[in-house]
Structures are given as structure tokens and as C-alpha cells.
């Protein structure tokens, strides 16, 4: 049998246990915690007791420590395969995805795993499994996200423009205002809710095509919403249908909310009877429209997909009445969570 090899000298059985509290790597500190039962005078034979290994596997931590010091007992990281892909080929993925693909080429309107697996195939005579493709897109920083909706007819430059300009405006109202009034920032919006629901996902066993009620009858109502984020707050009615008579009501009852001394900055659309030269608007309001087919700019929108998701989907209404009351039952819900309109209404361009 060979004989041991003997420990450097320049470390104590003291300095390796402090090592090994110090140590964040478990199977280096068992490694140097056996070792310094040897520095202690203890034998090999206590040592691999101690650390649950032969005594060959001793020798080589010892010859491993001997070489490198405490470095030599952490598990290098395995190199691992050669990618598949080089930064080139990634570079290209990465364009292809953000542009999207040519229906009339491609064949799809969006990008599938085995369609950008495809892609790679083709452009470049490699075969990359989904798994693996699903890898390189998330180390590249993509995720499979829900997109938001645009408008076909949108003006490109509309958004940004109106962000840019959007604190000029506030303190060109403010400059009508008796100096020191507070502002407030209120968003408004109409969501048709009716017996024609919406179905939205929901949990069920891997393998199932889960189903939900779907309603055919027409009934419907429409909730009048507003939110003011900084604060927490909103104010809504709930109505037959959507006209001048219907804005006004709302607009009393957003009047009403805004806080004593205060002016709110209502921003809406350009509904027909939002700009309505017979709208009755409070004193207390300044109507501030929105760019025209720009619904992103308006957090009212992300409240109603909320609402739908949790509160009025999957739903079957009996009647009129029934629309009515799970109306006032979502709006009711979501006042009393101010965070929760915090968390879906405040935007850093416009409360920033």
C-alpha cells in the first residue's frame, strides 16, 4: 500500500475549522473538517470516517488540498456540451423573433418553438430540440408574454408625444386654478358587461380541454369607471347604455369623490360623449382627452381586464338585475383594495 501523503504544514486543525464555518459550500466543509481531524493527529482511517468516503477518496482531497489549499476541496463546475448555437446565430434568432414572422412566408402569425426551430434548420443546417431552443430564448432574455392590444389605425408617434407634453398640460391647467389647489389625476373609461361573457383560463387536470357556461342572450349593462391611483380611490355608476346623460351622472359622482378644495384632471377618450358640447361638467373637473385609438393610455382598461378575469367571467347572468348587481359587486370589491388600484392604475410618466 502506499504510503500517506502528509499534509502541507502551513495549516492548523484550528484554521481549517474556522474554514469550515466559514464556508458556504457543504462538501467543502465536510472535506476540511475531515482533514483537520488528521491535523488534530487522527488517522486517515478517522478521516474517511468522518467525511463517508474510502480512504482513497482521502489520498486525493489531501493531494487536492496540498496543490491549491481550501480552493482545492470546492467541486469545479463541469464544463458542460458545446452549445449548439454560437453568438452569431444567436444574434440572428434573437432579430427574427423580434421582428416576427411573414405569414405569406412563415406560414404562422406568430413564433411556435418548432416554427423558430425550423427557422434554425433552415438558415442554418441545425437541429435544435424545443427544450433546448426554450433554454437559449430565456438565457437571451425572452419569455413567452401576453401582447397588449394596438390599435391597427394607431398614430405611431401619439403616445410618446402625448407623455412628453402630458406635464405641460397639467401645469397649463394648474395655471387656471387659485394657486395651491391640489390636483388630482383621474382616469375614466365605459366596460360593457352582459350575458354574451367572456371565458377566461382556468385551472384543470393536464390532458383535459376544460369547459365553462356560455350565455347567448344579449341583456347587458355598461359600468361607468373612474380611478384616482395617487390616491386610491374610485367612483362608478352602473347604466343601461352610454350617452351624454349617462357621462354627466358620472361625472357628479366623480365630483363628489375628489377631495374637498381639490381640482381632478379627468383623462378619457374621445368618445362622442365624452366631448359632448351638452355634457354638464363640475367645476371641480378638467376633461383632459387622450390621443384618439391610444387605449394604453388609459390603467381603466387593465381595470376592467381585472375585474373580468376575477370577478365577471365564466359567469351565466339570469337577468338584467343579476348584470347589475355582480357590476356593483366587482366596483365595490376593488375600492376596497386602494392598493390594488395603486397597483394598476399609477403610471411613472404620468405620477413620476
Known sequence: MAAAVALRADFTATRMRALARSSGDA????????????????????????????????????????????????????????????????????????????????????????????????????????????????????????????HHAQDDDAIPTFKKNFSAEVATIRATLPRGTAIELWWQDEARVGQKNGITRRWARRGTRPSAPKDQRTASAYIYGAICPAEGKGAALVLPRCNTQGMALHLAEISAAVAPGAHAILLLDQAGWHGSGALIVPSNITLLPLPSKCPELNPVENVWQFMRDNWLSNRIFKSYADILDHCCFAWNRLVDQPWLIMSIGLRSWAHG
Do not use: C
Not at 65 to 89: E, H, K, R, S, Y
Not at 103 to 110: D, E, N
Open 27 to 150: 462538501n467543502q466543509v465536510r472535506r476540511l473538517l475531515a482533514l483537520a481531524t488528521i491535523y488534530e493527529g487522527g488517522t486517515r482511517s478517522d478521516a474517511a470516517q468522518l467525511g463517508g468516503v474510502g480512504l482513497q477518496t482521502v489520498r486525493d482531497w489531501v493531494l487536492r488540498f496540498n496543490a491549491a489549499g481550501p480552493d482545492g476541496l470546492i467541486d469545479a463546475v463541469p464544463p458542460g456540451g458545446v452549445p449548439l448555437l454560437d453568438n452569431a446565430q444567436r444574434r440572428a434568432l434573437a432579430q427574427i423573433v423580434e421582428s416576427g414572422p411573414i405569414p405569406a412566408s412563415h406560414g404562422v402569425v406568430r413564433w411556435r418553438l418548432i416554427d423558430l426551430a425550423q427557422w434554425v434548420w433552415d438558415e442554418f443546417a441545425i437541429s435544435v430540440s424545443k427544450q433546448t431552443l426554450s433554454r437559449e430564448l430565456r438565457a437571451m432574455g425572452y419569455r413567452k408574454l401576453s401582447a397588449r392590444p394596438r
